[in-house]
């Protein structure tokens, strides 16, 4: 009995340990809720055998024989139910053993890593040190050391361990990316001169082309780009602050900055050449449809033909035909605008844009309508 009792123990000991990991490592997993019947198993049978050791005195009676005997019964049941649990759950069980085992030396390697990272940037990365990139890298893998230092149970290191390790990836990446940062602030500065100086240059045909917008057509048809010069040479002085900013910056030992602000100068250049765009493209746009202001309506009703084909075809002439019969009384409003000395192309060209859309939205219905069949 006391064999079979001191098995039972030690075997309830080993597989508690387990149940106790896996619930502090994943709760989720639900194994001390199927732990707790094994578990009320090796308490009774330990109560059993406790009770029937302080009953008998005399442990060569008859009485004690039994007694012990049906102990010893209730002592194996209860471990051969034990050895069960564990085997329904034993790579679980030794895998989430090992994890909290290995808990602390997780910890350790990770300060290790986060330990040599630091000492890098004190060494072959001190010219460095004051980069943006690396400064802020940096403070982040002091405050993620801090918080492992402070985390208290098994998950809560582990997250924190994975934590560091990903600062110290980053910081390591911000070193190794810094060395390159001078020459390529070098490089952006010179490419920013030459693209303000082009895009000066572009923006030169803006005002010509503005003029000769209204010269040609309808004010309506450019009202919407009356500030764009303004706005183009905003842009355009903005960027050229930006350059030389960044110069300033290049040249005090801080890439970063300077690169920082070319992207902003690029930035407000993209801009410029927006401003340019919209003036001289819709020059180009309205002139086109002045010399031959069927073209775009003839495109747009052979897409409306297309789309009644398609409803046709697919069965859906019901759903859709109205709505689409109505797109064409749309086209031929539109098209009854062109009148006068000075139609409103643009206008013109925006009413079929819309009708345009809406026919290809109620293609991708029909389409999406039959694909659902």
Known sequence: MVAAFLDMDNRQSIAAAAVDASAELTPERGIRR???????????AATAYL????????????????????????LVAATQTLDEFYRTHRGHLEESTA????????????????????????TEGAAYAGYPSVRDRGAALDAAVVALQGARGANPVRAAAARVREEAA??????????SKERDAAHAVSSVSTRIAAV??????????????LREFNAASSADLVHNDRESRTHIEQAQTDLQ????????????????????ARTHLVDAEANVDGVTDRLLLLREVRENPRAKENEIRFRLRDAQMLAVNRGLVREWGSVLDAQLERIDRIAGTLTGRHPDYWAYVTQLDAVSAFIAEVVQKMRGHTAQR
């Open 200 to 213: 000066q240059t572009r923006a030169e045909r803006l005002a010509p082309a503005y003029s000769a917008l």
């Open 245 to 264: 900013q960044a110069q300033k910056a290049l040249t005090a030992g801080n890439p970063e900055g300077a690169l920082d602000l070319t992207a902003a």
């Open 34 to 44: 199927a732990w707790e019947p094994v578990r009320d198993g090796c308490y009774q």
């Open 99 to 122: 994890m909290l085992a290995a808990v602390p030396q997780v910890a350790q390697q990770a300060l290790q890593v986060a330990s040599a990272a630091q000492r890098r940037v004190q």
């Open 51 to 74: 009770a029937a050791e302080d009953r008998f005195e005399n442990v060569e009676t008859p009485a004690a024989a039994a007694a012990y005997e049906q102990v010893t019964r209730q």
């Open 170 to 179: 980053a910081l390591e990446k911000a070193l190794a990316a810094a060395p």
